[in-house]
């Protein structure tokens, strides 16, 4: 009998999500009208009290799109941001640039721009 365990995908979608929301916080915080300017509908996302929880709760087969839309969410936010100083140098946005470095790489045949580095 094998057994396949889908922590490493559940730990990587709290590892993104929980980034993201940090640096929606921050965000929120030290540059309103930036954040202000978000789709709510991304921002609702991770900005839920249990957001970061939520995503834990996705079922394994979901994990893999669960997956590409974080990533995706991660690199337009840092896309979105990079030529804003007061933002590309907050301590959160630097994160977010080593999480999505570390853990996704890009695909010019992905439709979001980056996949999940490991399967």
């Given at each position: 009998m094998h057994i396949k365990s889908s922590m490493r995908k559940l730990s990587r979608l709290g590892l993104l999500s929980q980034t993201i929301h940090r640096f929606w916080v921050n965000l929120k915080r030290h540059h309103r009208c930036c954040f202000d300017k978000i789709d709510p509908a991304v921002r609702s996302r991770y900005l839920k009290?249990?957001?970061p929880?939520?995503?834990a709760m996705v079922k394994p087969s979901q994990t893999a799109g669960?997956?590409?839309?974080?990533?995706?969410?991660l690199y337009d936010l840092i896309e979105q941001f990079k030529d804003h100083a007061g933002i590309d140098n907050m301590e959160t946005c630097k994160m977010m640039q080593r999480v999505l470095s570390r853990q996704c790489y890009m695909t010019p045949?992905?439709?979001s721009g980056c996949e999940s580095r490991h399967p």
């Open positions: 009290k249990k957001a929880g939520l995503f669960a997956l590409a839309e974080v990533s995706a969410d045949e992905a439709a």
